[in-house]
């Protein structure tokens, strides 16, 4: 068991420890593939994250995208509105249900996203490249049994 050290001694606990330097490091990956990738296409971390779960489904109902981006529909409102304006993105009504609206991408969204792709995964591949293979795989594993563990039911 770790001992608990005082707040004002500035230590932590192993496990506080590692959740900063777990959000530290999601956040020095995020800024290196927006100034690598993102940036210079003027698209942002959040809607490439969208266009990527719209791209993946094909068509998809706005709140699916926002639970699976983690983002709210307030946030995800604001950046299609922006990803329609570019025109890669369209809004569709369902056709089952009026009240709920699909997303999908245009051709144009197609296309930046086929060259987003492979450039977002080389820029992603070089943040973790300082790892032997074994090493990230050992590293996946532990962060994959992390969010199955915390979504288990109690």
């Known amino acids: 068991m770790t001992a608990t050290v005082g ?12 959740v900063l330097h777990l959000h530290r490091a999601a956040n020095a990956v995020r800024q290196h593939v ?3 990738v993102l940036r210079p296409r003027q698209l942002t971390w959040t809607g490439f994250v969208v266009l990527r779960t719209v791209w993946a489904a094909r ?5 699916h995208v926002a639970e699976q981006a983690g983002i709210s529909k307030a946030t995800l409102t604001g950046v299609v509105d922006t990803l329609s304006g570019r025109g890669l993105m369209r809004r569709t009504n369902h ?12 051709r144009k969204g197609h296309r930046l996203i086929r060259e987003l792709l492979p450039e977002s995964q080389t820029a992603e591949t070089y943040a973790w490249s300082y790892l032997e293979p074994g090493e990230l795989a050992r590293v996946t594993a532990a962060l994959r049994g992390l969010v199955d563990h915390l979504e288990r039911p109690r």
Request: charged letters at 35%.
């Open 7 to 18: 707040r004002d001694s500035g230590a932590f606990t192993g496990a506080t420890e590692t």
């Open 34 to 36: 927006e100034q690598e």
């Open 59 to 63: 068509r998809i109902e706005t709140r």
């Open 95 to 106: 056709p089952d249900d009026g009240r709920l609206v699909l997303l999908q991408l245009t």
